[in-house]
């Protein structure tokens, strides 16, 4: 027995020790991440963010104990910051960013750093890192699958999720009157002259439709004779989804899905391709004979849509493309970069040229970015790829620039207890274009991630961008919502940052020197903000309205339309936070021409819950022209159920038709619809969801057919079956 109580008090001796060292190595203070083994290549204008294990004492951030030094010893000047939730340090360049030189530069941190119980920086940690002013290039296939297979490396060796790549943003536009005298309608674009794809298009007199895994064309014009003039078939494997109209050309795009075909012995032919590939396809018809158009080209580019723009003839596509990196821990040598095709120069798929692959420098992000560029004048003219390891997720085109916007989730921190508190931030890079080719200029690492495009604008050589830091719900570190105004070389010139705490942003509207942002928690926070001064932003005025708008449109100088939600808020039980609930549709006309004091003069409401539109989430969905007087759009309606708290039933789906005064408000024209009234759901091939204008006729389209309205007195005149 006394034995046994011996081995016991040394087990408990033995323990102690121990249990104290956990405790001790617990709360010691470690950089966890960001900080890298090795040499880093970085751009001029990079901006460090520093994550650490425990909240940092303010005082013990300074210039003594974070600096950088060049490869001659000096100190650079940096400025150092301390995040808001106090666990990274943020380390901004130079005013005119590091210089390119042929030694290294060094980030130090000392152990003079102390979390905010006073436990010191573990040890001194150093990162060093070479600037380049320019993407790098990939000079070899072996260089880019050490790339990825050091990527699959660092995933493994982290503790928690690993690195996330950012959600795609998939292009499913201000229709404004256009052609001598108004006569026929546009796509509701963000900038003039810039078209974005969409699933219809007209030219005044037909109409081009792609709907159902077709194209149709029809002769619109006269609306007596409306017919269906051709229908353009595909084969299975390619699923058309958007439109550009070019004089008498016409641009299908849409998804291909491509399979590596197997020969007699059961093998695939080429196995230099993949066995089965996603990719983007534009087919180019000839049109000028609109009952037998001719197909007169294919570009194809592995990847799936981010985005796709025409300027002047010339066609932009944006794809990611994902390979299948995991390959390469059995096959080292297996070519991973992009395929294209392009039947202007060959009729077979080729990979991307390696003079035309760049690296986006520490981006952890597993996939490449593929800019493709072709021009309809010069339909002979090989298309030129431009490719970059990184991702792009949203994308912004000015008329002379092209932005991309990625979420930047290579920060995530490597222990498990930082996940909740973990935002990520947006790097821009902006591009410009030598002929066809995508050169990049500059990038910039924010704060925050923004919503969709209409989150970022340039006017006046700046660029300008709005965006969420944090999650609505985190009371510790609650989000805020920011404005940064850039220069023409991405530094930042001024900015305004912490609007509406524990709010995010649902929309934004960019109106020259005027930017308009709305949040939302439990209530629609309208900011109106004045950047005249682009080194000093100012919020002049603030309206806080029941719902939210997700869509911002100009009406004119002094007015705005706002399209989103009524919203009803009920007390939360026991001290809980409200509950928010959406109800049916809120169109507002805000009045701003009294900047300081912004007003909601009118309001229309559609509905109850599950009300639904496609202009909610997508802005090419509108058909507007203040000189016709027309405001309409799709929409599925829902009714609420007497004395119920959460029923409804469906009522109606079509086009509603608005006329907007800025005295009397909204009047209703006319509701139009293609479904049977006895319907008691909407049947999808008789869904309304686009709207043109020819003249003074004005057309609604579904699936399965196209009515026509006379504007004057919304009497139907014609109604053509397609199928």
């Given at each position: 027995m006394a034995m046994k109580k011996i081995w016991i008090i040394m087990s408990i001796l033995l323990l102690v020790p121990a249990a104290i060292a956990a405790v001790i190595m617990s709360t010691q203070l470690k950089v966890v991440s960001q900080i890298e083994n090795e040499n880093v290549e970085v751009l001029s204008n990079k901006t460090w963010k520093i994550y650490f294990s425990r909240k940092l004492d303010q005082k013990t951030v300074n210039s003594q104990t974070v600096s950088v030094i060049n490869d001659q010893g000096e100190k650079q000047d940096i400025d150092i910051n301390l995040s808001d939730d106090q666990k990274s340090i943020i380390v901004k360049p130079p005013e005119s960013g590091f210089k390119a030189r042929t030694g290294s530069y060094k980030l130090l941190l000392t152990e003079g750093i102390q979390s905010v119980n006073g436990r010191k920086l573990a040890h001194q940690t150093e990162q060093l890192f070479n600037v380049e002013l320019t993407l790098p290039k990939a000079d070899s296939v072996a260089q880019i699958n050490d790339h990825f297979l050091t990527l699959l490396e660092d995933k493994g060796r982290s503790n928690g999720p690993g690195l996330y790549s950012s959600s795609g943003s998939t292009e499913f536009s201000n229709m404004e009157s256009s052609g001598e005298g108004g006569q026929y309608s546009k796509t509701n674009i963000q900038v003039d002259g810039v078209d974005e794809a969409d699933a219809v298009k007209t030219d005044g007199q037909y109409i081009y439709r792609a709907a159902d895994g077709e194209v149709?064309?029809?002769?619109?014009?006269?609306?007596?004779?409306?017919?269906?003039?051709?229908?353009?078939?595909?084969t299975h494997d390619f699923s058309p989804h958007s439109l550009f109209l070019h004089e008498n050309q016409l641009v299908v795009l849409g998804h291909s899905y491509t399979e590596n075909k197997k020969g007699a012995e059961n093998k695939v032919q080429d196995i230099s391709f993949p066995a089965y590939y996603q990719s983007v396809k534009a087919i180019v018809y000839d049109i000028e004979n609109k009952k037998q158009p001719k197909v007169t080209r294919e570009v194809e580019v592995e990847g799936s849509l981010t985005a796709a723009r025409m300027k002047e003839g010339k066609v932009f596509m944006v794809t990611n493309q994902y390979p299948d990196i995991w390959i390469l821990e059995e096959n080292p040598d297996m070519d991973l970069r992009p395929i294209f095709k392009d039947t202007a120069k060959a009729e077979s798929f080729q990979r991307v040229d390696l003079k035309n692959i760049n690296y986006i420098p520490e981006s952890k992000d597993q996939n490449f970015t593929n800019i493709a560029v072709f021009d309809l004048k010069q339909n002979t003219k090989e298309a030129v790829i431009s490719s970059f390891i990184g991702s792009g997720d949203n994308m912004y085109m000015s008329?002379?620039?092209?932005?991309?916007?990625?979420?930047?989730?290579?920060?995530?921190?490597?222990?498990?207890?930082?996940?909740?508190d973990f935002s990520p931030d947006t790097t821009i890079y902006k591009f410009k274009f030598e002929g066809l080719k995508a050169v990049m200029m500059a990038s910039a690492e924010i704060n925050g991630t923004i919503l969709n495009q209409f989150s970022m604008d340039e006017h006046d050589g700046y660029f300008r961008i709005a965006t969420t830091k944090g999650n609505t719900f985190n009371d510790s570190s609650p989000s805020a919502n920011n404005l940064y105004i850039l220069d023409e070389n991405l530094n930042e010139t001024g900015n305004l940052e912490d609007l509406a705490r524990g709010e995010r942003i649902y929309s934004a509207r960019f109106m020259g020197d005027k930017i308009y942002i709305v949040t939302f928690k439990e209530?629609?926070?309208?900011?109106?903000?004045?950047?005249?001064?682009?080194?000093?932003?100012?919020?002049?005025?603030?309206?806080?309205?029941?719902?939210?708008?997700?869509?911002?449109?100009?009406?004119?100088?002094?007015?705005?339309?706002?399209f989103g939600y009524d919203t009803r808020v009920e007390a939360g039980k026991n001290g809980s936070d409200p509950l928010v609930f959406t109800e049916g549709i809120k169109i507002s006309l805000f009045d701003v021409s009294d900047m300081k004091n912004p007003r909601e003069k009118f309001t229309e409401i559609i509905g109850g819950r599950g009300t639904y539109s496609p202009l909610n989430y997508d802005h090419k969905a509108l058909l507007f022209d203040k000189n016709k007087d027309i405001f309409a759009f799709p929409v599925t309606v829902y009714e609420n159920i007497k004395d119920s708290q959460y029923d409804s039933k469906y009522t109606f789906q079509g086009a509603y038709i608005y006329g907007i005064d800025v005295e009397k408000g909204f009047t209703i024209k006319e509701m139009v619809t293609h479904q049977d009234q006895d319907a008691i759901y909407e049947e999808w091939e008789d869904t309304i969801d686009r709207l043109v204008y020819i003249n003074n006729m004005i057309y609604a389209l579904s699936p399965n057919a196209i009515s026509a309205y006379d504007m004057k007195s919304y009497r139907k005149i014609n109604f053509v079956e397609i199928n």
């Open positions: 149709q064309i029809v002769s619109a014009h006269p609306v007596n004779e409306m017919e269906v003039m051709s229908v353009l078939k595909f008329k002379d620039y092209l932005y991309m916007a990625s979420a930047d989730y290579s920060l995530m921190p490597l222990r498990e207890e930082s996940f909740e209530t629609d926070p309208l900011f109106v903000i004045d950047s005249s001064n682009p080194k000093s932003p100012k919020v002049l005025g603030e309206l806080k309205i029941p719902g939210f708008s997700n869509y911002l449109h100009p009406y004119d100088e002094n007015h705005l339309i706002g």
